[in-house]
């Protein structure tokens, strides 16, 4: 099987191109942060507060942009803390909308997969009446946390990769 590696983390990761993106852009108050573990993971962690119609956090990678025509899916390999997270693709780094992926953790180690034709176009919460992800162009990549509650959360990733 064909894959290709968006991100391995590892101790020497460079994650300045790793940015965080949180709901105080609206005018909320959710803080992510994002940092190596000691063991060469990448953690995206944080709050999410509802305070101010705010309501989530999250992470972006941009890249030189890619064709990903000839693979299918998203595979991650991620520790989560039990709760739903989104990851999110887009064509364009300046669109306005992302594709949609969601997944929950298990407080394990998961390689969750995810198909590129599943990836649903959603803007500030709403999905968009569009096609799904083609999977031709790929640009930006990203994390999401936004529940609708106020909690805490942790993310640790090893590895993005496509397949």
Known sequence: MKSFI??????????????????????GRSQGRFMLSKEGHGVFYGDVSLENNGGFSSVRHD?????PSGFTKFVLKVKGDGKAYQFRAKARSNDYYSYIGEFTTSGEWQEIEIPFNTMYPAFRGRTLNQSNF???????????????????F???IDQI???
């Open 6 to 27: 968006l991100f391995n983390f590892s101790a020497e990761s460079k994650i300045n191109q790793w940015n965080i993106v949180d709901d105080v852009v609206m005018g």
């Open 63 to 67: 890249f030189q942009v890619m064709d």
């Open 134 to 152: 083609s999977g031709n162009r790929l640009d930006e990549i990203a994390f999401l946390i936004g529940n609708k509650r106020n909690e805490s």
């Open 154 to 156: 942790r993310l640790e």
């Open 161 to 163: 990769e496509m397949q």
